[in-house]
């Protein structure tokens, strides 16, 4: 098993080809934005606007804006 992390989704725990090639397809379409929560530049889809980081801080009823 083999560990990827994006902005988008988080970590990966990658174990088939299909999961692998999911990851890729991913990164290939992912632009660099600024978040709209904590305004750091990643690497996103181009619909999603919130990094995976505040929205696992989000998620777990933390304050990203904090």
């Known amino acids: 098993m083999t560990i990827y992390y994006d902005n988008n989704f988080g ?3 990658i ?14 379409h992912s632009v660099m934005k600024k978040c709209s929560i904590c305004g750091r530049k990643v690497k996103l889809l ?5 990094c ?3 929205c696992s801080i989000l998620e777990h009823g933390g304050d990203p804006y904090a």
Not at 15 to 28: G, L
Not at 46 to 50: F, L, Q, S
Request: glycine share 0%; aromatic share 20%; with cysteine.
């Open 46 to 50: 181009p619909n999603y606007d919130k």
């Open 11 to 13: 970590e990966y725990e």
């Open 52 to 54: 995976d980081s505040c």
């Open 15 to 28: 174990e088939s080809q299909e999961d692998i090639d999911f990851y890729f397809h991913n990164q290939k």
